[in-house]
């Protein structure tokens, strides 16, 4: 299994507060993925990273910000929470853009009250 | 912009019976298309990729997809179900030089005993 760890695995929090999610990856992976998996949407990507300090939006960025400060980690920022961001988070890498194959994390659920 | 769609998100076959989950893209260059699997609670794991070598692609646990470009499809088949195969499946597809997967919204597949 691809070395890939999401923390937290679960969280509560309330409306207007900041959350960051982690993924961290030991497979030296240079492609990095968020999406996010609703029920009846499927996984909708958030944002995506192609190398250190090189991301870019998904199509469902809004509210969102990522940072990428080494190879191994991609970080997920919600600002400002709200309930409209209560959703299973998944992190998935990539070693080659052309081979197209990624590989996910176990997801973080999120809960916005 | 590349794009899959499943038809039924919901499927139930008999355990020993045909498994036939549709998936049918949108590209406008030669795509790579994929299914993934999720157990609850799980991330995905890729089942199979096409990649523009075979139009058959056989995948693990049995699974199988056939690319027919004329249809715009990449079904996937399973000559008989087992009760572990009832999951979560996503179609995926990406552009041979995207950086990241479009998914479908997912079928559920409900084995019966």
């Known amino acids: 299994d691809a070395g890939i760890t999401q923390s937290p695995r679960h969280k509560v929090t309330e409306t207007g507060t900041p959350v960051t999610l982690r993924c961290h990856q030991t497979e030296n992976h240079r492609y990095m993925y968020w999406y996010r998996q609703d029920p009846g949407h499927g996984l909708r990507l958030i944002h995506y990273s192609y190398g250190v300090k090189d991301t870019d939006k998904g199509e469902v960025s809004d509210g969102y910000s990522v940072s990428r400060s080494k190879t191994e980690d991609f970080l997920l920022t919600l600002e400002s929470a709200t309930s409209s961001q209560t959703s299973v988070y998944f992190c998935a890498i990539s070693e080659s853009v052309r081979a197209g194959e990624l590989f996910f994390g176990e997801g973080s659920r999120l809960t916005v009250l | 912009a590349q794009s899959v769609t499943q038809l039924g998100s919901h499927v139930s076959v008999s355990e020993g019976a045909l498994v036939l989950l549709r998936c049918n893209y949108s590209?406008?260059?030669?795509?790579?298309l994929f299914w993934y699997v999720q157990y609850p609670n799980q991330g995905l794991q890729l089942l199979l990729k096409?990649?523009?070598?075979?139009?058959l692609v056989k995948g693990i646990n049995g699974f199988e997809a056939e690319f027919k470009k004329s249809e715009t499809s990449f079904h996937l088949t399973k000559p008989s179900a087992h009760m572990s195969d009832a999951a979560e499946y996503f179609c995926a597809v990406s552009e041979a030089h995207g950086y990241a997967l479009n998914f479908g919204k997912g079928t559920s597949l409900l084995v019966t005993p």
């Open positions: 096409y990649t523009s070598a075979a139009t």
């Open positions: 590209s406008s260059v030669p795509p790579y």
